[in-house]
């Protein structure tokens, strides 16, 4: 399944035009700020989505890198949109994609966690 892979990149470029917009094209503070932040979030979990691709082989590396992947979209989205004047209701819709962006990184953890340490030996 490419489709983790493609989304981190599609965030990582996101992240690029959102931060560009708030450098350049936004002057309002409160919308630079929603920018800036949709910006760091989405560069960070683009990087931890890949990762996650290397780190954590098979399904639930790619379950939790695209939860990673999907959750920044929206995220950087609804702030996006905020800031370019659509309705600050958005704002409702944006802490589902935190809290996709958190199953992600708990995915992560547990896949890290049950992993079997190299040498043949299990973990007690």
């Known amino acids: 399944m490419r489709l983790p892979a493609i989304l981190a ?6 992240a690029v035009a959102l931060g560009t917009a708030g450098a350049h094209l936004i002057q309002e503070p409160v919308a630079k700020g929603w920018l800036v ?12 989505a890949i990762g996650i691709l290397a780190l954590v082989p098979g399904r639930l590396g790619r379950v939790a890198a695209l939860l990673m992947g999907v959750g920044a979209l929206v995220f950087a ?8 004047g659509l309705p ?3 704002g409702g819709v944006t802490p589902a994609g935190g809290a996709l962006m958190l199953f992600g990184w708990l995915l992560f953890t547990a896949g890290i966690a049950g992993e079997r340490p190299s040498g043949g030996t299990q973990r007690r």
């Open 37 to 48: 932040t949709a910006s760091t979030f989405e560069i960070a979990h683009a990087a931890a």
């Open 77 to 84: 989205l609804t702030l996006g949109m905020m800031a370019i």
């Open 9 to 14: 990149g599609l965030n990582g470029a996101l």
């Open 88 to 90: 600050r209701w958005l």
